[in-house]
């Protein structure tokens, strides 16, 4: 096992860890979602689509009407501003990769940068 395939682990272990704790009791554990309520990040193509957004999405939460796998979605999401913009690295490699997700993998520049559209 190389460096790096450990680190990557790590990385998706701290993932999963926050996303049971911050995201599974609405999305649940299979990502599948809740119905018309909360719509699924497995299989997701918003999730594949709109991975600028990711990083705004988790920390601050989003309430537009979104259309996710042809179904509208309109409940808001609370975001989790206290999150290291490493930790919300770290949730969006885990989505990104888990359940069959195959959307690729983000560097913490990447979210910074994200950042700077809703970082006040
Ligand atoms: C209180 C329930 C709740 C929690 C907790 C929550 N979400 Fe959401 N999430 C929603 C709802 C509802 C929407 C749809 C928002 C809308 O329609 O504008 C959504 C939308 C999304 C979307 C965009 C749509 C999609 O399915 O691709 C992503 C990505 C997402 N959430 C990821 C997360 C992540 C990651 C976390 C944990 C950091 C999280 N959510 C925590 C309820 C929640």
Redesign the pocket.
Known sequence: MGLLTRCDQTTYKQGEL??VK??S???AEDGK?LKA?????AG?D??KQ?QDE?AC??KY??????K?NGVE??????G?PQ?SDFEITN??NY?NQAWGNDYGYVKIAYVRKSLKVCDK
């Open positions: 926050l996303y911050f995201c009791n609405c999305h979602g309520l909360i719509p699924p990040l997701a918003y999730l709109h990711l999405i988790i939460g989003i309430s537009s009407k979104i996710v979605f309109e409940q808001p999401m609370p989790v999150l949730i969006i989505i």
